[in-house]
Nanobody, 125 residues
Framework: QVQLVESGGGLVQAGGSLRLSCAAS????????MGWFRQAPGKEREFVAA????????RYGDSVKGRFTISRDNAKNTVSLQMNSLKAEDTAVYYC??????????????????WGQGTQVTVSS
């Protein structure tokens, strides 16, 4: 089992920045690719970003490319999402997730075995 706890959400004005963190415990963190997804009210869960086990590879959803950056610290068992130039449409609950493998499927939620409870991000326009 891997336990994931997100933090760092909140209310921010459009154009501002937030940094989300996800702390992992349980099994060896570096054995998992990590991802961030988000879900806005009435919408399906959307892929945001993913990072490979070593941190050497990353992928981003089209809507956040150039604005968001995912990173990880395997020594501290954490993965972070730096969000800049936030827009109202970024408002959602953001979820951290862990996947057993790094593959093309990391953009889909089905690739992930473990999920955090989510943290709310609200961007006011």
């Amino acid at each position: 089992q891997v336990q994931l706890v997100e933090s760092g959400g909140g209310l921010v004005q459009a154009g501002g920045s937030l940094r989300l963190s996800c702390a992992a415990s349980g099994r060896t963190f570096s054995n998992y690719a990590m991802g961030w997804f988000r879900q806005a009210p009435g919408k399906e869960r959307e892929f945001v970003a993913a990072i490979s086990r070593s941190g050497g590879s990353t992928r981003y959803g089209d809507s956040v490319k150039g604005r968001f950056t995912i990173s990880r610290d395997n020594a501290k068992n954490t993965v972070s999402l730096q969000m800049n130039s936030l827009k109202a449409e970024d408002t959602a609950v953001y979820y951290c997730a862990a996947a057993p493998a790094w593959a093309l499927a990391v953009v889909t939620s089905t690739a992930y075995d473990y999920w955090g409870q989510g943290t709310q991000v609200t961007v006011s326009s």
